[in-house]
């Protein structure tokens, strides 16, 4: 091969330090479409392992492009917009309900998904209230939103002050923030994640719809905005591994992340993910085929693949968050699968609050208490 103009190799090699310190995977050569074909993928940062699309891949002869983003809203307006250009996207599966009325995700051919057998029917089963039949998602992975705090500094910043026994108090009771606020609180930035869990603090359905179950919300959430320093649904996971917030509104996965980092850093940050005892809300992110896609066959072979119980163990391995294959837990690392945080111990999962999609009347309601919460206007 001709060398490069040496102004091209320094450029060539600024552009791949660069990367290398932001921790980023860059090709400089263009991706050409293997024998096989491609997959264009949108998931959730942080949500899956590092060797998963490798191995994916070398298998299959496949070449991956792999999206992420860090909240539903962002999914959907994509989807709603149409011509994503992707083949997997996996929204929660309150919003899938609401694509899948809209037409926007494929009915699946289960004869194309033999590893299918590999899902726990129970998960499956109460899945259908979203998706009738199991007709258009398949379970990803699943966790809860709850409260991460980093044990040290809550208790030095709460001084006198007990912890309380509702997690959710330490975030949305203006006692308990007001004295977090000095070592940082960071609450997800998504109207669908902090409007429900108000309501479930304040001991209504989280997915009302009624409208009157929405009035005390903003009150409540005005009333502690002065002590939120940080909106974020990602970044958050290395905030509180550095110890630069030490309350988060977050989910149950990502402040395990964070805690492994803390770990792996060796700084002394010793985070948990708190188990609500009045239960959490969960979530269910799912697999599915956007209407439009143009690499149905591959899109196929990729859920196939994440169902072998091998490689979905691996996802909860990397990420923390339960999987749903009832032949995975063989190959679950012994301290995530005995992690209560992670796989909910049946009392815990019993009190779980049931997930619901909400009209669309309901969801503008949301939206505007969120973002009259978020912006005080
Ligand atoms: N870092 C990945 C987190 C995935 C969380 N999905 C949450 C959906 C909540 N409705």
Request: charged residues 20%; positive net charge.
């Amino acid at each position: 091969m001709k060398p490069l103009p040496s102004s091209l190799s320094k450029l060539k090699r600024a552009l791949l330090t660069s990367a290398a310190v932001a921790g980023v995977a860059i090709a400089l050569t263009p991706i050409a479409a293997s024998a096989q074909g491609v997959l264009n993928i949108y998931n959730w940062s942080d949500y899956i392992a590092e060797d998963t699309i490798k191995n994916f891949e070398k298998e299959t002869g496949i070449k991956v492009r792999y999206d992420t983003f860090d909240n539903n809203e962002i999914l959907h307006a994509k989807l709603v917009a149409g011509k994503t250009g992707y083949d997997i996207v996996v929204p929660s599966s309150n919003w899938a309900a609401i694509q899948i009325a809209g037409g926007l995700l494929q009915k699946l051919d289960k004869s194309k998904i033999p590893n299918y057998k590999n899902l726990d029917p129970a998960i499956m089963g109460s899945m259908t209230k979203l998706d009738p039949g199991n007709a258009h998602i398949i379970p990803w992975l699943w966790g809860f939103t709850t409260v991460g705090i980093n044990v040290d500094k809550v208790k030095a910043a709460l001084g006198n002050l007990p912890m309380p026994t509702n997690p959710y108090d330490l975030v949305f009771d203006e006692k308990y923030i007001s004295k977090v606020k000095s070592c940082g609180v960071s609450f997800l930035d998504s109207a669908s994640e902090i409007v429900p869990t108000m309501l479930h603090y304040q001991g209504k359905y989280a997915y009302s719809r009624n409208a009157a179950d929405y009035r005390d919300a903003l009150p409540a959430l005005q009333k502690i905005r002065p002590y939120v320093t940080l909106f974020s649904s990602s970044g958050y996971i290395n905030d509180m591994a550095g110890g630069s917030i030490c309350v988060a509104l977050g989910w149950s996965g990502d402040i395990n992340i964070a805690r492994q980092r803390a770990i792996d850093a060796k700084n002394g940050n010793k985070i948990e993910a708190l188990i609500p005892p009045g239960g959490g809300v969960p979530f269910f992110d799912t697999m599915a085929i956007p209407a439009d896609a143009s690499n149905v066959e591959n899109a196929y072979k990729f859920i196939n693949y994440i169902l072998k119980p091998e490689v979905h163990a691996s996802l909860s391995n990397k990420v923390f968050y339960a999987n749903p294959n009832k032949e995975s837990i063989k190959f679950v690392k012994k301290e995530v699968a005995e992690n209560p945080s992670v796989f909910l111990k049946e009392a815990d999962a019993k009190k779980l609050v049931a997930v619901d999609s909400v009209p669309n009347d309901i969801r503008r309601t949301i939206t505007r208490i969120y973002t009259s919460f978020k912006t005080g206007l």
